[in-house]
């Protein structure tokens, strides 16, 4: 579904990407894990056609991405730096989010609203950083995607808002075949919600596996098993020549 082959990505003398390699499977959650720097939010922005790779492939359902309308369509990203045009409610902005997406589902926006008890005729500027957040997932879910990008989603919202939002994305995935891709910091929520994780760093990756395979791997290097994600993250980052991705 998501295919990234030899992405090479510069911003004058600094290598966001060098030389990654993605590959993420319709219909799964892929977890990004990296340090600050490592070149998550790079390869996001790539995928959701707002960055273009300087070398490399970059494809979703075999398609390349940057000036493609027919792809960007049908992903949804949810950016860490969000912005809103100020003067909107998020009533104003559901009638602009029908405009531009066909599968638009006005229940869903109905209902995920209702979950996150978010004011809609309150204009979204004046919202906290994490309602903010909750209001772009909220329009962002309602759209229908087939692709969904999220770049760090945890931030700010609490474990309520969060296992509620995490529920409606893993229906998704089952009833639609939805295919999801997080970058986060905060490795013990995806430990319990990716099926394969990718660990990065300075741009490159350094291993990708499906979780429970990482874990079984990973058995002999610690006392006690299974190991948590953390663990395996840290281990992997102190010995990385070790590593074979």
């Known amino acids: 579904m ?3 082959e030899n992405a090479v990505k510069n911003f004058d003398d600094y290598a966001a990407l060098n030389q990654l390699n993605v590959n993420v499977n319709r219909g799964s ?21 707002i960055f273009r790779v300087d070398s490399g492939k970059i494809l979703i359902d075999e398609q390349e ?12 990203y949810v950016a860490d730096d969000l912005y809103f045009f100020p003067q909107y409610n998020l009533n104003m902005l559901s009638k602009f989010y ?6 638009w589902n006005t229940a869903r926006f109905n209902e995920l609203v209702g979950l996150m008890e978010l004011d809609t005729k309150r204009r979204v500027g004046r919202f906290s950083k994490g309602m903010q957040k909750q209001a772009a997932l909220a329009l962002t879910l309602s759209a229908m995607p087939d692709v969904l990008l999220l770049d760090e989603p ?12 995490f529920n409606r994305i893993i229906e998704d995935v089952a009833d639609r075949q939805m295919t999801v891709l997080i970058s986060s910091h ?19 990756m350094l291993l990708e596996r499906d979780l429970d395979t990482l874990k079984e791997e990973m058995k ?12 395996i993250f840290i281990h992997l980052h102190e010995n990385t020549g070790k590593v074979e991705a």
């Open 29 to 49: 959650i892929y977890g990004l894990v990296g340090l600050n720097g490592a070149g998550k939010t790079t390869l996001i922005k790539i995928l959701a056609g």
């Open 2 to 4: 998501i295919r990234v």
């Open 186 to 204: 905060n490795l013990k929520e995806m430990d319990g919600i990716c099926d394969t994780v990718g660990i990065i760093k300075k741009g490159r």
């Open 65 to 76: 991405t940057y000036d493609n309308e027919k792809v960007k369509e049908r992903v949804g």
């Open 220 to 231: 002999s290097v610690f006392e006690h098993t299974p190991p948590s994600l953390d663990e």
């Open 154 to 165: 945890i931030d700010g919202l609490d474990p309520i808002v969060r296992s509620r939002i």
């Open 98 to 103: 029908r405009r531009l997406h066909k599968n």
